[in-house]
C-alpha cells in the first residue's frame, strides 16, 4: 500500500483508509462482532493503516469493536475518532462545549483501548460554541498527549481558518465523490492554501455508483438513505447516467467502478486519502488495491467533460441534516 501525508501535518497514513461507521451504523443491521474485528484486522493485512470511527457511531459501539480489532496492532496504525454531539446521539444535535471535548476524550481512549487519539475531529461545527474555543481545548489535549492531531468533519472555510489559527488542523473530512463535487469550489482551494489533508468519505455515493442500486431496489428500514433526497426512486433513475459513466471507464481500465471513483479521488490531490467503508472482505481488498490504479491525463479529461454534461438529481441530505454541514 503506497503511503500519503495529510496536508503540510506530518501525519503520514496509507493512501485508502478505513471508514468503519457501516460496521455498525446508518446502513441497517450492523455485522456480527467477531466477523467486524477480523475484516478491520484483514484490512491491515492489506496494506490498510488509517482507521476512522466516532462515537456517535452506534453510539459507541463502533469504537469498541475498533479498539478490540487493532489493540494488538496499536503501534503500527492510525486512529481517527470524533466529537460533537450531544451525548454521542447525532440526532440529539451539537455539543462541543469544551467539557464535553474533554469526557469525550477519555470515553474514546477507553473504548478505543490506547492512550492516545491519533486524529481528533470535531464531528459537526457547533454554532453555539466559539470555534476558537473547540480548537484551543484540543490544542491542550494535544498538549497533554492524549490527542496527536486536531481534524474537522463537514466545516465550511470560515469554522476552518478560525480553527486553523489556534490550532493547526492536519485534515478534513468531507464527502467528496463524482456525484458530490461541492469541496472543489472553496474548501479544496482553502485545504490547499493553508496545509490541511482532505479526507472523503461516500466516494461510491453511498453505493449508487457500484451500478447495483437502481430505482427498484429496497433499503432496510432502517437504512439512512431511505431519507436523503438523492436516493428517492425518480432521482435514481435519473441518476443511472452518471453510474453508465463510471462503468464504461471501469470496462475500458479493466477494473471495478469502485475503483475508478477512488482513483479519480486520489488523482485530484497529493493529500487526498479516501476512507471507503465496507462489511466485506473481498471488498475491502478491492478498495485497498485503487492506489495501484492510474488514471491518464486524458482518462481525467475524458471524465471531466462527461461530467460536464451531466446534471446529478437530488439533494445528498435532508434539510435537517443538510444545515448541520458546511458551517
Not at 496504525?77 to 476524550?105: C, H, L, N, Y
Not at 453555539?128 to 492531531?149: N, S
Not at 465496507?278 to 471524465?303: F, G, H, P, W
Request: net charge neutral.
Amino acid at each position: 500500500m503506497k503511503k500519503r501525508t495529510l496536508g503540510k501535518s506530518g501525519l503520514e497514513v496509507s493512501a485508502i483508509g478505513f471508514g468503519c461507521m457501516g460496521l455498525s451504523f446508518a446502513y441497517g443491521r450492523p455485522i456480527e462482532k467477531q466477523a467486524a474485528i477480523s475484516l478491520l484486522q484483514e484490512a491491515f493485512e492489506s496494506g490498510v493503516t488509517f482507521f476512522d470511527t466516532a462515537e456517535a457511531y452506534g453510539p459507541f459501539t463502533n469504537e469498541e469493536v475498533v479498539g478490540e480489532a487493532l489493540a494488538p496492532i496499536r503501534d503500527k496504525v492510525v486512529i481517527a475518532t470524533k466529537f460533537g454531539f450531544k451525548d454521542g446521539d447525532s440526532t440529539k444535535g451539537m455539543d462541543s462545549r469544551p467539557e464535553r471535548i474533554r469526557q469525550v476524550t477519555e470515553a474514546s481512549l477507553r473504548r478505543l483501548q490506547t492512550d492516545h487519539i491519533d486524529l481528533f475531529y470535531q464531528h459537526r461545527v457547533d454554532p453555539t460554541m466559539p470555534m476558537e474555543d473547540v480548537a484551543g481545548t484540543v490544542k491542550d489535549l494535544i498538549r497533554e498527549g492524549k490527542v496527536r492531531y486536531f481534524g474537522l468533519s463537514e466545516a465550511g472555510v470560515s469554522s476552518i481558518r478560525k480553527a486553523h489559527a489556534v490550532q493547526p488542523v492536519a485534515a478534513l473530512e468531507s464527502e467528496y465523490s463524482l456525484w458530490w463535487r461541492e469541496p472543489e469550489k472553496e474548501v479544496l482551494p482553502a485545504c490547499d492554501e493553508l496545509g490541511i489533508g482532505f479526507v472523503p468519505f461516500s466516494h461510491l455515493g453511498k453505493g449508487f455508483l457500484t451500478g447495483a442500486i437502481d430505482a427498484s431496489t429496497e433499503f432496510a428500514k432502517d437504512d439512512f438513505r431511505n431519507i436523503v433526497p438523492r436516493f428517492s426512486p425518480e432521482a435514481r433513475k435519473a441518476n443511472q447516467g452518471l453510474v453508465g459513466l463510471i462503468e464504461s471507464i471501469a470496462a475500458r481500465k479493466k477494473v471495478t467502478p469502485a475503483l475508478i471513483a477512488l482513483a479519480w479521488l486520489l488523482a485530484q490531490k497529493s493529500w487526498i486519502v479516501p476512507i471507503p467503508g465496507t462489511t466485506k472482505v473481498q471488498r475491502m481488498k478491492e478498495n485497498s488495491s485503487a492506489a495501484d490504479v492510474e488514471l491518464t491525463l486524458e482518462d481525467l479529461r475524458q471524465i471531466e467533460d462527461m461530467l460536464s454534461r451531466i446534471k446529478v438529481v437530488g439533494d445528498r441530505y435532508p434539510p435537517h441534516l443538510a444545515a448541520r454541514a458546511g458551517r
